[in-house]
RNA sequence: GCCCGAAUGGCGGAACAGGUAGACGCAAGGGACUUAAAAUCCCUCGGUGGCAACACCGUGCCGGUUCGAUUCCGGCUUCGGGCACCA
């Protein structure tokens, strides 16, 4: 008996399955595709953390293989962007060159692993005739008024020297570099990604993926509904609107604010208060969104105008102040400092006039102390008291609509995507500037347009793209007009590939069209996706809005692109995230040498449920290495016998276990399952095991740990692959017993258990629970008996 | 501040649908085999009391529903995550 020698049966099975494909003959079969979010190859290595998720896509698509689908399975390199950049400046090499050199160690590793990614399906990002497809998809968009160019102030990371999309400035933090971002005004390209708002929304409803992950997306969509309320200026012929989502409470709107950056400020300001509203203005432009929420006090200044209350005809005093948020809303608020924590604050502050005009009884006559923001009555609001809130949300609405003074609206937290990137490593973006013209989209047959191959790639401090020195590229005539124009330096950010790589895996190859509509009918969308839960708002947001597009635009014919979600855990390593970046964490390249791949494999998921984060122990992995050497003792030459009823109903149960869990995705549990199994014959295995039971844990083993499934599938005597079996069946008739065990309580704690008849009545159960229990119960009055078929007895008692 | 989630031995975790809490593994301790080591095998391993059979307590805390609660309900505490002046 020898110690399972992990290292050749690992590199024979790898070899054999470069040679031959684990799966055949797929023609005629259901489809199935199962997609990792493909790597960025920004650091020199995948750490174990990593592997996680892709272990547990490549176990679902081998269970697939085995359960007769053809899998789609394929990897890529998501290697534009800043991350990939700013490690090729760190190690003074060019992108393209520090990017090739980590694809080809990611690569080397990720088949060090035993996945059965198909690699003839391989994308890269880079590659101009992907990125063609990428540069298209933007013209289209342009074309649709999708794409807009827009100056506007903008998130600015000093530190990566580059414009931030809001979902990457989260916080007013730099997604990346998580130093914070301050607002700086530059022309940019836009998405208009909130045209789709609404259907993102909605379609959230479709999906089968983690609450969680909808519920972020819904929160960041942030839809509410209110009224856009029209107050007229005393003396003026301008109107400030306002958006509210209460305006019930409009009685009690004392004043009126507007955002620093509101056009009306400087329009609307009195003389007098010039230089004082001047003052506020500039210091709120200078300060950063960080700073600007770190105040604890409201600030503002009253600029000498008011306006009045459509309902009250109440002089309301207009007040800029930077609490309000110029980009949500109308950049306006009618403030009800009664019933709005923030304006009551400020009321308080300024000594504005606070009005309650929605009582609780327990509220009525009270002055308030702080707002209320409850339910209620409405009080001091005229015709309208005595509605309640709902009542008067609908009641006030319709007295303003018939006023001409206000529409029910709803808004939207969803800002349009800052696209364009002051950065070299991306896609160059397909417009070219003409004088005459104006921005002119390049010709389909003109693309891609190849980013081109510079040694100066650094960004710069003012916000310029690097490509704007190489005059030779910028100029070029313009598409339309003929006449000298210049293209458009900046780039394209890190999301752009990766918004639509799903759709290109089929159809890799295609020159005419992003994939064929045959490709993309016969694989997508895609049925199974694994990631990690950074990407619940950027990524995933993106994908989606892509996809329905794409799907407007007649290249797709279906709105989702992401069926179902798997949100893979993380990893950590004493007490920190690992990173490629600083190459902290624990290398496959050190564990796969002492334990093997099949071993990691199964460490990975033994070691929590896969959607939980947990902790890398360095000595958790010892224990699925002794279970893989008890099971090479067990299956390498086992005495074989026929197949007993034990033996029988014991296999029926191994798959009924497995199946099962690996179907609730407790991979955990399929590996503590396996080893349970496997202690179990190990006890059995002197008498001797029967062919079928062995051959049947190598099949159920296959997706988990293929190489050692393979050699004892292989030492069976089999010629054929391990996976070219069927997933194996259970019988649940096979699984039933002759007596069953029951447990026996009194008063609910376990007083013993009894072995009864499996088909035995009620009566005779109880009667020999009685008798086992004799003892407890003589002299006690039963005042309940419990019975529930098998499983328990539970005698209630009095007495003792 | 608002929203969401979680809490089980020394550790990671298990418990189908309200029915034996702690599966499986790690670590630890003891033993067998061995000249020795490695490997392997066996035993102990939530707490308290007891020589023992056994008894009582025990799934963050308090209460409720139930014959029976880690599981359901109400109220807290702590930790983690998301958003954060969103009108």
């Known amino acids: 008996m020898s110690r399972y020698d992990f290292k050749n049966v690992e590199k024979k099975w790898r070899k054999r399955w470069e040679e031959k494909p684990v799966q055949q003959n797929t023609k005629d079969k259901p489809k199935y595709y199962c997609l990792d979010m493909f790597p960025y190859p920004s650091g020199s290595a995948l750490h174990v953390g990593h592997w996680r998720g892709y272990v547990l896509s ?115 933090v730099c997604e990346r570099c998580k130093n914070p971002a ?47 309320i029209d107050f007229t200026v005393l003396g003026e012929s301008d109107s400030i609107k306002a958006f509210t989502t209460r305006p019930d409470t409009l009685c009690g ?13 400087e329009k609307l300001t009195a003389p007098e208060y010039k230089d004082e509203v001047d003052a ?42 930077d609490y309000v948020l110029y980009d949500y809303g109308t950049g306006a608020i009618m403030c009800v400092p009664g ?24 509220l009525v006559g009270h002055k308030l102390k702080e707002a209320y923001t409850g339910d209620g009555i409405l009080v ?72 081109p191959d510079i040694k100066s790639y650094e960004p710069t401090d003012t916000g310029e793209s690097p490509l704007a020195k190489i005059e030779e590229w910028v ?40 994939a064929s509509p045959e490709a993309l009918r016969d694989w997508l969308p895609v049925d199974y996706y694994v990631g990690g839960i950074e990407h619940a708002v950027l990524h995933l947001l993106y994908a989606r809005f892509y996809t329905k597009f794409l799907y407007d635009i007649g290249a797709v014919t279906f709105e989702e692109p992401f069926t179902t979600l798997f949100n893979i855990g993380m990893i950590n390593y004493k007490g920190k995230k690992m990173s490629k970046g600083e190459g902290y964490g624990v290398s496959p390249d050190n564990v796969l040498p002492k334990h093997g791949c099949d071993a990691l494999r199964l460490y990975e998921m033994f070691i929590a449920p896969p959607e939980i984060d947990c902790e890398w122990d360095d000595s958790g992995i010892e224990g699925v290495s002794r279970f893989l050497n008890k099971l090479w003792r067990l299956a390498e030459s086992p005495k074989l016998i026929a197949p007993t009823n034990g033996l029988i109903r014991l296999r029926h149960k191994m798959v009924r276990d497995i199946s099962t869990r690996l179907e609730n995705l ?61 997933w194996p069946e259970y019988d649940p008739e096979m699984l039933k017993t002759d007596t069953i065990e029951l447990v026996m309580q009194v008063n609910g704690k376990l007083r013993g258990h009894v072995t009864v008849p499996a088909n035995a009545e009620k009566d005779f159960v109880l009667e020999e629970a009685r008798k086992a229990l004799a003892s407890r119960l003589d002299g006690a009055e039963i005042i309940k008996s419990v019975y529930v078929p098998g499983r328990i007895i539970n005698f209630v008692i009095k007495g003792q």
């Not at 709107?253 to 400020?265: D, I, Q, S, Y």
């Not at 203005?281 to 009253?302: I, L, Y």
């Not at 339309?480 to 752009?496: D, G, I, S």
């Open 475 to 514: 100029n070029t005539p313009c598409p339309k007009c003929k006449q000298p124009a210049k293209r458009e330096t900046n780039t394209m950010p890190q999301w752009a590939g990766s918004s639509w790589y799903f759709l290109r895996y089929p159809d890799i190859n295609n020159n005419d069209a992003l």
């Open 280 to 321: 506020y203005v500039q210091r709120a432009a200078s300060r950063s969104s960080v700073d600007r929420m770190a105040d604890k006090e409201k600030t503002g200044v009253f600029i000498g105008r008011y306006a009045e209350n459509p309902i009250t005809k109440e002089k309301m005093p207009i007040w800029v102040a």
């Open 182 to 228: 301050t607002k700086k005004n530059l022309r940019q390209w836009m998405l208009k990604i909130t045209r789709y708002g609404e259907r993102l929304l909605n379609d959230l409803g479709k999906l089968d993926w983690p609450e969680k992950v909808k519920k972020m997306q819904t929160d960041w969509i942030g839809k509410s509904h209110g009224a856009e």
């Open 58 to 172: 490549d176990v679902l698509s081998r269970h697939k293989v085995l359960q007769g689908f053809h899998v789609l399975h394929p990897m890529g390199w998501d290697a534009f962007g800043l991350a990939a950049e700013n490690n090729a400046i760190k190690q003074k090499k060019h992108p393209s060159v520090s990017v090739a050199e980590n694809i080809t160690t990611m690569k080397r590793q990720l088949m060090e692993m035993g996945t059965i990614y198909d690699w003839d399906f391989e994308i890269n990002t880079t590659d101009p005739a992907y990125y063609k497809w990428t540069q298209w998809v933007f013209a289209r968009m342009f074309e649709h008024g999708l794409a807009y160019e827009q100056e506007m102030p903008l998130n600015w990371c000093p530190t990566c020297k580059v414009v931030l999309a809001n979902e990457e400035a989260v916080g007013g």
């Open 666 to 726: 407790s991979l955990n549990t399929v590996v503590s399952g396996f080893m349970e199994h496997t202690n179990t014959l190990q006890t059995l295995a002197a008498e001797g095991i029967d062919r079928e039971t062995i051959e049947t844990l190598a099949v159920l083993l296959a997706p988990f740990a293929p190489h050692i499934a393979e050699e004892i599938w292989e030492r069976m005597g089999n010629t054929d692959s391990v996976f070219a079996q069927k």
């Open 380 to 451: 001091n609001s005229g015709e309208f008291n005595g509605l309640t809130v709902d009542e008067a949300k609908k009641a006030i609405g319709a007295f303003l609509e018939k006023l001409g003074r206000g529409k029910a609206t709803v808004n939207y937290k969803l800002r349009d995507w800052v696209f364009s990137r002051q950065r070299y490593w991306g896609e160059p973006i397909p417009i070219v500037h003409c004088e005459a013209c104006g921005p002119v989209v390049v010709p389909d047959a003109e693309l891609p347009i190849v980013l």
């Open 253 to 265: 709107a004392t004043f009126m604010v507007l955002a620093p950056e509101h056009p009306l400020v």
């Open 339 to 362: 019933h709005d924590e923030r304006d009551f604050a400020f009321a308080e502050k300024f000594g504005l006039p606070i009005v309650q005009v929605i009582s609780t009884c327990a």
